[in-house]
Nanobody, 115 residues
């Protein structure tokens, strides 16, 4: 079964940047939307950003102007460029691919923003 694998997380100081990647281990047909979610310690998972097949993007208000979602359709990969990181951005970041048939989830990559 095709899996999603995230990478790019790590420890960064406040104000720093990270670029997350999420790649499919095989071919996924009919991807309608690619999402990023995050779950901070002790909190529920929340939506961060999405990019639709037509290129339209959406962001949660807390990251607007700081995060940018992009994709490489040919490689079934989605990215999340995170700038001006804040301690409250600390979380496990997971990706999701939405198709007509099913949703695919990755296991996540940990981002820690701390001095």
């Amino acid at each position: 079964q095709v899996q999603l694998v995230e990478s790019g997380g790590g420890l960064v100081q406040p104000g720093g940047s990270l670029r997350l990647s999420c790649a499919a281990s095989g071919i996924i047909f009919g991807i309608n939307r690619m999402d990023w979610y995050r779950q901070a310690p002790g909190k529920q998972r929340e939506f961060v950003a999405s990019i639709f097949s037509g290129g339209i993007t959406n962001y949660v208000d807390a990251v607007k102007g700081r995060f940018t979602i992009s994709r490489d359709t040919a490689r079934s990969t989605v990215y999340l460029q995170m700038n001006s990181l804040k301690p409250e951005d600390t979380a496990l970041y997971s990706c999701k691919f939405v198709t007509y048939a099913m949703d695919y989830w990755g296991k996540g990559t940990l981002v820690t923003v701390s001095s």
